[in-house]
């Protein structure tokens, strides 16, 4: 797995670009099913990407809201770049079709 790093150019130089993931996962999502993801070996960043809303929890099922949730246990909307640090699993959903991709670095 790639590690997650910042680029540089032909100077050395820093380009605030990350390189390409070469494990990058892909979910469709049917609208309101929660789907879990096993994090891969190795994994410890994820960039998320979604072709529209999705919610996601680690370690748990996700969950649409339908009130209000006070207790800590929401589930996350649109995350964009997350620590896998204890994070075995990823559950996403979304409250339409999406597609929702995730590349992994190490």
Do not use: K
């Not at 380009?15 to 609208?31: E, G, P, R």
């Not at 072709?51 to 909307?77: H, K, M, Q, W």
């Amino acid at each position: 797995m790639v590690p997650f790093q910042i680029s540089t150019d032909q100077n050395s130089w820093p380009t605030y670009a990350i390189t390409f993931s070469d494990h990058i996962n892909v979910q469709v999502l049917a609208s309101g099913v929660a789907e879990t993801i096993t994090t891969p070996s190795g994994a410890n960043f994820v960039l998320f990407s979604s072709t529209s809303n999705f919610y996601c929890r680690a370690n748990g099922t996700a969950v649409v809201p339908t009130g209000d949730i006070t207790n800590g246990s929401g589930s996350e909307l649109n995350p964009v770049a997350r620590s896998l640090r204890n994070v075995s699993s990823i559950s996403l959903i979304s409250p339409g079709t999406c597609t929702v991709t995730m590349a992994f670095y190490a």
